[in-house]
């Protein structure tokens, strides 16, 4: 009759383990998309620089290939008098040139920049950079308050996501832990029985070392395995949102799933048996 018991016992702590290791790893996988909306958020930032009208093609030609070098720019776009043009009549809905009798624009590259280089004090160098080097650049616009106010939103979430990752973590600590003393507490007399009989701390944790080790293992790559069919599914319906999830960073929350159960696990095994062996036996009916 006990080993159906220890079976029933077994698999619930499989259940158990897979299910606190499944929200841990969706958690991860939320930050991580708010990452990459965070970045791509950044990527629509851009800078425009306003080319002076005297300014022949083959000069800005050679300009817009030294912009293109430097660190901080992802990509250009060049944007001639006669496109800005046209891209206004379309917006306006009407031409400008029939009112003023000549074209108002001037010719533009409109740079993307990187991640990094986003921040409006990184920007503010970039200008003053610019202008400093480059004569035929007349102006360069952003939208600093824009900017600044999504950096602000952008931050704001991301501490509130890494927070909820790090109270997350603490708790499925202490779940999992719970699981594993409780799965080790109906062995605490063969423990001790093992112990007067000679055996060497060592190797009576071993065992159980090893078997929560595994229970960390399996329940991480199931908990992994329900993930991908989940990601996979909404990759089917939700493109856009799967979008956020890049591949590399999914292999490295997969990793820290499978990584984090078992030194959950393991750890939790070590000191749980540890306690038990320390405990006289007498104790271990009053626990």
């Given at each position: 009759m006990k080993r159906p018991v220890v079976k029933i016992q077994t698999i619930s702590v499989y259940i158990?383990?897979?299910?606190?290791?499944l929200l841990l790893g969706i958690m991860g996988l939320l930050f991580v998309g708010g990452q990459s909306v965070s970045e791509r958020v950044k990527e629509s930032f851009k800078m425009t620089l306003v080319i002076d009208?005297?300014?022949d093609e083959a000069a800005i030609s050679k300009l817009r290939t030294v912009i293109d070098s430097k660190e901080y720019v992802q990509e250009s776009k060049y944007i001639s008098k006669e496109?800005?043009?046209?891209?206004e009549k379309k917006s306006l809905g009407h031409d400008p040139m029939e009112l003023l009798g000549y074209n108002p624009y001037e010719a533009q590259i409109e740079i993307t920049l990187k991640n990094d280089f986003t921040e409006t004090g990184k920007m503010a160098e970039i200008e003053q950079e610019l202008k400093k080097r480059y004569k035929s650049i007349s102006e360069i616009i952003y939208h600093?308050?824009?900017?600044?106010?999504?950096n602000n939103n952008i931050n704001k979430i991301a501490l509130m996501l890494l927070t909820l990752l790090i109270l997350l973590t603490v708790i499925s600590w202490s779940l999992i832990g719970n699981l594993v003393r409780l799965s080790i507490y109906s062995k605490r007399f063969l423990l001790h029985t093992m112990k007067l009989v000679g055996a060497t701390w060592g190797f009576?944790?071993?065992p159980f070392?090893?078997?929560?080790?595994c229970i960390g293992l399996v329940s991480g790559i199931i908990a992994n395995t329900i993930l991908g069919i989940g990601v996979y599914l909404l990759q089917g319906e939700a493109y856009d949102?799967?979008?956020?999830?890049?591949?590399d960073k999914l292999v490295l929350v997969g990793l820290a799933v499978v990584v984090f159960g078992i030194i959950i696990c393991t750890l939790c095994a070590f000191l749980s048996v540890t306690r038990f062996l320390r405990m006289r036996n007498n104790d271990l009916y009053f626990i």
């Open positions: 158990s383990t897979t299910l606190v290791l009208d005297k300014t496109q800005a043009l046209e891209e600093k308050n824009n900017i600044d106010t999504v009576i944790r071993k070392l090893l078997n929560n080790m949102i799967a979008s956020l999830l890049p591949m």
